[in-house]
């Protein structure tokens, strides 16, 4: 049964034209990939259908072919929805996730009577537990890991539906989560297709593409160029139509001779981290891995300050200990941290590329009567946006307006410039597409080959595998296993995360490859 179709949508921003003639249907038990690169339209489109956007042209259709925003009168709960879950997951950062989840629907039966705060906790602590994980639901979400938050934004768009039949987007939906958390989501997502829904899935993870899609639908520069059944492509074959062509084989990295230490941690305790001991040195880069809760996704904000260091000795280049919660002084010493959340933590989105680019060390730039010398100030942004590939590489126009691979490049940047001793890497290639993640793994090999120490946590096991020349692996708050780059596999990395046996863990790799 087809529940939702796209027909002819454009859409022009000035004389760019985002999207062209974009046409695809979403049918009851059917989860669609939605795919491309960065500026591509994919988020356009979202935004279209979520009513951020409006079209130029084209219809959007529900209902037995209603158009959308259509006022026909019907009751509300007979008509199907659109359900969301936005790249930035659209939650109020300081409610608490009991607060963001009864959002819309805080009220009792009547409509007048508040729901009680028991009820209200019970209800929170029961849709999260559908995920495997525990959260302070009492929490404010800015107070929550990017993980948790994702956590709290799934279960908030799969709760209350009025009809089975509805439509779930998800834009980026596992961009913070680890492998465990990716599969409970996969399981909830086959659950609601599996009860009529339709599901559009949009990512930058082609193996979760392959893994949940039944069907794939490629946008290229705003137009559709394919939209196939899942069963007629593999990974390569996904690539050249995202791309264009097909990318040049990328080696992994090769053993690394270890220098001095460029980063000492001893008994560091924060956040969910109990206690680590970690040794960076200069020319390496270390992975971090674990699932939520583990440590992996406190330790890097954890070394550099933003988390609050409990205890703990941290120590860069010999030099003298690092004070608790002093950012100011880490990047002094020669930190460089590129967080989680590029959004709300490592840019500012509303300047421009070049002063994104140069605030970390804007003094540098001073006069000594006049401000700020520009002309020397536009004279190395320009040099560092063509180092990065930026683009278009325009350095006066505002971040915001760049694709999420463009971003994070400018976010990597502004620290490569400041020729870093240590680089904590958070996440750094989330919610980019593969041409911007081969770069940004390039930009990350080229500082450890210039001497820098990197220190990458990452949620994506493959990723850390290809990248680091060996992974530290978190389970319940320390360091469990040490494990060499080319034995980082998925499936040791999961197994190692969780403490389980190497043979169940084969038995869950090959029930996956099974149903792909």
């Known amino acids: 049964m087809?529940?939702?179709?796209?027909?002819?949508?454009?859409?022009h921003f000035g004389d760019l034209c985002a999207l062209h003639d974009v046409s695809f249907e979403v049918r009851s038990g059917e989860v669609v990939a939605l795919v491309g690169q960065n500026g591509s339209g994919k988020s356009t489109l979202v935004k279209i259908l979520a009513g951020v956007h409006r079209a130029d042209g084209g219809t959007i259709e529900l209902d037995e072919g209603i158009e959308r925003g259509d006022k026909a009168e019907e009751p509300r709960a007979s008509r199907r929805e659109l359900h969301f879950i936005h790249q930035d997951l659209g939650l109020v950062p300081s409610l608490s996730a009991i607060e963001n989840l009864d959002l819309g629907r805080a009220y009792g039966a009547n409509g007048l009577v508040p729901t009680r705060r028991k009820h209200e906790v019970v209800s929170a602590r029961r849709l999260i537990a559908t995920f495997g994980t525990s959260i302070d639901v009492t929490l404010p979400i800015a107070r929550l890991s990017a993980a948790e938050r994702t956590i709290v934004a799934?279960?908030?768009?799969?709760?209350?539906?009025?009809?089975?039949?509805?439509?779930?987007?998800?834009?980026e939906p596992t961009a913070s989560l680890h492998g465990d958390e990716v599969s409970r989501l996969f399981e909830a997502v086959r659950r609601v297709a599996a009860r009529g829904a339709g599901v559009l899935f949009v990512s930058h993870r082609l193996d979760e593409v392959l893994s949940i899609a039944d069907r794939v639908v490629v946008l290229r520069d705003g137009r559709v160029v394919a939209n196939v059944a899942v069963t007629e492509l593999d990974q390569p074959r996904l690539v050249e139509l995202i791309v264009g062509h097909a990318l040049a084989q990328q080696e992994d990295i090769k053993e690394c001779r270890r220098e001095r230490v460029v980063l000492r941690a001893r008994k560091v305790r924060g956040g969910t981290v109990r206690g680590a001991d970690i040794d960076v040195h200069a020319g390496e880069i270390v992975g971090v891995s674990g699932i939520l809760g583990s440590g992996r996704e406190h330790i890097c904000g954890l070394l550099f300050g933003t988390v609050e260091r409990e205890e703990g000795r941290v120590v860069v280049d010999g030099g003298p200990p690092l004070e608790p919660n002093q950012p100011v002084q880490a990047i002094r010493a020669g930190v460089g941290y590129v967080p989680a959340n590029?959004?709300?933590?490592?840019?500012?989105?509303?300047?421009?590329?070049?002063?994104?680019?140069?605030?970390?060390?804007?003094?540098?730039?001073?006069g000594a009567l006049f401000g700020v010398k520009a002309g020397r100030e536009r004279a190395e942004a320009r040099r560092w946006v063509s180092r990065l590939d930026v683009r278009p590489p325009d350095i006066?126009?505002?971040?915001?307006?760049?694709?999420?691979?463009?971003?994070?490049?400018?976010?990597?940047?502004?620290w490569l410039r400041t020729e870093p001793r240590v680089l904590l890497l958070d996440e750094p290639t989330q919610g980019v597409d593969v041409g911007a993640k081969v770069a940004i793994y390039d930009l990350i090999a080229q500082a450890a080959a210039d001497g820098v120490g990197v220190l990458v946590a990452s949620s994506d096991t493959k990723e850390l595998g290809h990248v680091c020349?060996?992974?530290?692996?978190?389970?319940?708050?320390?360091?469990?296993?040490?494990?060499p780059g080319p034995k980082a596999t998925d499936e040791r990395l999961t197994r190692e995360g969780l403490g389980i046996a190497e043979s169940a863990v084969r038995d869950r790799v090959v029930q996956r490859s099974q149903r792909e």
């Open 2 to 11: 087809l529940l939702l179709r796209i027909s002819k949508i454009t859409k």
């Open 154 to 171: 799934i279960a908030r768009a799969l709760d209350g539906w009025s009809r089975d039949d509805n439509v779930l987007v998800l834009d």
């Open 342 to 366: 590029r959004h709300s933590d490592g840019m500012i989105a509303n300047m421009s590329v070049r002063e994104n680019l140069t605030l970390p060390q804007v003094r540098l730039f001073r």
């Open 396 to 414: 006066e126009r505002r971040l915001a307006l760049f694709s999420g691979g463009n971003q994070q490049k400018v976010v990597l940047g502004k």
């Open 469 to 483: 020349h060996r992974v530290l692996v978190f389970r319940d708050g320390v360091i469990v296993a040490d494990v």
